[in-house]
RNA sequence: GGUCUGGUAGUGUAGCGGUUAGCAUAUCUGCCUGUCACGCAGAAGGUCGCGGGUUCAAAUCCCGUCCGGACCGCCA
């Protein structure tokens, strides 16, 4: 028999009524005689009562926790001092039920959720998924993904699908390749990003176009990365960096207005890459707090503290009185990010105790006026190059975040914009690109390619960063061939070089092509932080663990020896 | 590749040289007609991840290994 409705959506309009309805046995309480069912599907759940002499209690009493099952009845309104909200109000007297199917002991309970390990519930992931609060996530990312696709649409923007089966190019990631039986010896790759693609429907003339894009990357994993994920990606012809930036911070105020009730700042905030390195030690910044690096290079220079006497960046933070233990572990974090190492102080009176105090006694009273560090309060200075210190103090301030509870409620987005155009590799002593070869430059600094400050050059690129996680990110790209060239030059490609690897993307270029721009978003990343997981997997249906491996379907798995014939591949597996 | 951290009944945990390996919950049985984390009584359930070592004695200490998790490298 048909239900008569979601759980949840039984109202007083059914109240006398006789309702079916379907679901999961959530809990079940056994007086005796009386039995009580807690009754979930994915709106919510309903109490069912069987009585002793109902022709449904024989039945009732074999079901089991996760049982499917049916029951139909009649619905009340409960005793009014036992009235809970929603659906709660009311309980369905059974007189027919039906066990539809009978469910094994499961291997966590589900109510437990959060407290059970996460491989335990990777593996039972579809009872995971029966939780509540799993399928809220799920919930919210449909939904947002609709309010995408509306808000778009309406935007003149065109859905355009791009193939996943592709060609591999030298771009940042591993690829994932996928041999072609065809043509034996010969792969496709699964694309990182439709990066080319949607570059060449601009050139197509499509102007506008967007895509949740699946994406694949070969590369280690973290808490917010999987090596399959979904990018929305965007790209409009004819534009400049504000026309994205605003296409971009308008849909994302609808999203979290229509979402979560929730408002963001119109404009958002830009912080340039130099003024987020600088200030917080990271392209990424978490807003949720202050705490900034403070300067004071030239305070040390040439002093009594030789490590810090000569280096080019000497950067502090000041925070609350900390223990040995807890300076230990930030010293750790910090070494782990590139710095040799931490030091410290404590503020005693005007002067100050432990760590290097000993070298800092006629610059104690300017450290206290530039770091406003408290009586008690902890001074955690790094030096080095520019980049290492800021970076290392900048791991600093978000482990400072998770140990003393930092960080507001809320959400905190901006824009970081100029990163640089050339990243110099110190290990290969090549100069590569940051974003990727078809970003454009900032026009005003295209005279500094082939010089020595040709690491100076800002690129017309940018990134979405809330509460500390890049959601985004993109860039005006290049159409004029002779800026094509000189960047190409600057990376150490040659045209033949670049013509063999991007030759069909390059030929496009000649045909006409229009000014461009466009972002891709983190699609997964941002729903983490919109539903404030602690983890990408989390608003993932069937997501991999840390380790890449797919506990539920156990994926990857080896191939048949028929499979690799077939492909003419052989397989060695790694022998020492 | 590296750093840190964990692995004890189905699940979550305690124990950290000598315990009958404890507790909670789930499971099973009995009792119970207004429960809602129902209650009460009882039962069953453990190669303490695996291998080696130290010791009279190892869940406990040491080494290796496997499997989780966080991070660095890597990820335009």
């Not at 006789?18 to 599907?41: C, N, S, Y």
């Not at 963001?264 to 990424?284: C, E, H, I, V, W």
């Not at 797919?550 to 798995?557: I, N, V």
Request: aromatic share 10%; net charge negative; charged share 25%.
């Amino acid at each position: 028999m048909k239900r008569t409705a979601y759980l949840a959506d039984l109202t007083s309009a059914h109240l006398d009524q006789t309702v079916t309805v379907q679901g999961w046995v959530a809990r079940r309480r056994d007086l005796g005689k009386l039995i009580f069912i807690d009754l979930r599907d994915r709106s919510g759940t309903l109490q069912i009562q069987i009585e002793p002499e109902s022709p449904a209690f024989a039945e009732a009493d074999r079901m089991r926790g996760e049982s499917v099952a049916e029951f139909t009845g009649m619905l009340r309104l409960r005793p009014e001092n036992q009235r809970k909200a929603g659906s709660g109000a009311y309980e369905l007297i059974a007189d027919r039920a039906t066990l539809l199917s009978l469910a094994v002991t499961p291997p966590f309970e589900l109510s437990k959720g959060r407290e059970v390990a996460e491989d335990i519930r990777l593996k039972y992931r579809y009872l995971d998924l029966r939780r509540p609060e799993m399928f809220e996530k799920l919930k919210m990312r449909s939904q947002v993904s609709a309010a995408i696709t509306a808000f778009l649409t309406a935007e003149g923007f065109l859905n355009v699908e791009t193939p996943l089966l592709t060609r591999s190019t030298p771009e940042g990631a591993r690829d994932f390749l996928v041999p072609s039986r065809q043509t034996p010896g010969e792969f496709y790759a699964l694309p990182q990003s439709p990066q080319l693609f949607k570059q060449l429907l601009m050139i197509a003339g499509v102007d506008r176009y967007f895509q949740l894009a699946r994406c694949f990357r070969d590369e280690d994993l973290r808490a917010d990365r999987q090596p399959d994920f979904t990018q929305l990606d965007i790209e409009m012809s004819f534009v400049e960096q504000d026309d994205i930036l605003d296409v971009s911070e308008r849909l994302l105020r609808h999203l979290f207005k229509t979402v979560l009730n929730e408002e963001l700042p119109d404009p958002f905030p830009r912080l340039t890459y130099q003024q987020a390195m600088n200030t917080y030690g990271s392209d990424k910044p978490d807003l949720r707090f202050g705490l900034p690096l403070v300067e004071v290079t030239e305070l040390f220079r040439g002093g009594a503290f030789t490590a810090f006497a000569s280096a080019p960046s000497v950067k502090v933070l000041a925070t609350s009185e900390l223990t040995r233990k807890q300076i230990d572990e930030l010293e750790r974090v910090a070494k782990q990010n590139g710095a040799g190492g931490l030091a410290w102080l404590r503020r005693e009176g005007e002067g100050f105790s432990g760590g290097i105090s000993k070298f800092v006694g006629d610059m104690a009273t300017e450290l206290i006026t530039r770091t406003g560090v408290k009586e008690g309060g902890t001074l955690l200075l790094a030096a080095g190059e520019w980049k290492k210190a800021v970076t290392a103090l900048g791991a600093v301030r978000n482990a400072l975040r998770d140990l003393l509870s930092l960080a507001t409620e809320g959400f905190q987005v901006a824009w970081i914009t100029d990163f640089p155009q050339l990243n110099y590799d110190e290990d290969s002593g090549t100069w590569t690109y940051m974003h990727h070869p078809f970003t454009a430059p900032h026009p005003n600094d295209l005279a500094l390619f082939g010089t020595e400050r040709q690491h100076e050059i800002r690129a017309q690129a940018y990134d979405l960063v809330l509460n500390g996680f890049e959601i985004g990110g993109g860039s005006v790209r290049i159409h004029d061939p002779a800026v094509q060239q000189q960047m190409f030059g600057a990376i150490g490609f040659t045209p033949e070089a670049a013509s063999e690897q991007f030759g069909f993307f390059l030929d496009a270029l000649s045909f006409g092509t229009p000014p461009h721009g466009g972002i891709a978003w983190g699609f997964d990343r941002l729903m983490m932080v919109m539903s404030g997981a602690a983890s990408i997997r989390e608003v993932i249906a069937f997501p991999k663990n840390n380790r890449g491996s797919d506990l539920m379907a156990q994926a990857p798995s080896a191939a048949s020896g028929a499979q690799l014939a077939e492909l003419g591949l052989q397989v060695e597996v790694g022998s020492e």
